[in-house]
């Protein structure tokens, strides 16, 4: 059975599954708790702290290495994701491109080691 594996030896089945991986390790990484994200909310606190009226404060998000899920810090449980919070698209792309950059990187390296 003929594959459509290029120079690096991938075949089409191969990027298929790193491709799913990807999406999968992507969407487990709502998982992890990521701390420390700055986010405008409420307007009580000092004028010195405000941009265009509200409060700049520190929320919590999930996903890693970019959290996709933020704290809505005007109507959430804090430190609880729910359907209320920031959900970005754009950074769960993100996550699964690293994990998939990953996963390639380490299908390389092994591909690599075994020929030796």
Same mark, same amino acid.
């Given at each position: 059975?003929?594959?459509?594996?290029?120079?690096?030896? !991938?075949?089409?089945?191969?990027?298929?599954?790193?491709?799913?991986?990807?999406?999968?390790?992507?969407?487990?990484? *709502?998982?992890?708790?990521?701390?420390?994200?700055?986010?405008?909310?409420?307007?009580?606190?000092?004028?010195?702290?405000?941009?265009?009226?509200?409060?700049?404060?520190?929320?919590?998000?999930?996903?890693?290495?970019?959290?996709?899920?933020?704290?809505?810090?005007?109507?959430?449980?804090?430190?609880?994701?729910?359907?209320?919070?920031?959900?970005?698209?754009?950074?769960?792309?993100?996550?699964?491109?690293? *994990? !998939?950059?990953?996963?390639?990187?380490?299908?390389?390296?092994?591909?690599?080691?075994?020929?030796?």
């Amino acid at each position: 059975m003929p594959t459509n594996a290029g120079r690096s030896g !991938f075949s089409a089945r191969s990027l298929q599954l790193r491709l799913l991986l990807a999406c999968v390790l992507g969407l487990l990484s *709502y998982l992890i708790a990521t701390p420390e994200h700055l986010v405008l909310a409420g307007n009580m606190c000092e004028t010195a702290s405000q941009i265009r009226g509200q409060c700049l404060h520190t929320s919590t998000g999930w996903g890693w290495p970019v959290a996709f899920i933020v704290d809505n810090l005007d109507i959430s449980v804090i430190n609880h994701p729910g359907e209320e919070d920031h959900f970005s698209p754009g950074f769960l792309a993100v996550d699964i491109l690293f *994990y !998939f950059a990953v996963l390639t990187l380490l299908s390389e390296l092994s591909i690599r080691f075994r020929r030796r």
